[in-house]
């Protein structure tokens, strides 16, 4: 649930960025499945990865991480 849910947000920010899946996957150095999987919610990003998104996005690490319910 927890990776859905960090799949979702990163998938958000990276369209309304107008990233592609492909050029998103590029810069953060990872390949385009292991985007796609933690986009699709079956892979956990790591911390790292995390950090790397929301520098890429421009976005804070408070803005990408999910809400608590």
């Known amino acids: 649930m927890e990776a859905e849910k ?7 920010y990276r369209k ?5 899946q492909e050029s ?3 810069k953060l150095g990872v390949s385009v499945s292991i985007l796609g999987e933690i986009e699709r919610g ?9 950090g ?4 890429s996005l421009g976005v ?3 803005e990408l991480t999910p809400p608590e319910e």
């Open 60 to 62: 804070s690490l408070k």
């Open 24 to 26: 998103f996957s590029r």
């Open 6 to 12: 960090w799949g979702r947000r990163i998938r958000a």
């Open 16 to 20: 309304l960025k107008g990233y592609t």
């Open 52 to 55: 790397l998104a929301a520098d």
């Open 42 to 50: 079956n892979r956990m990003p790591s911390d790292e990865l995390i």
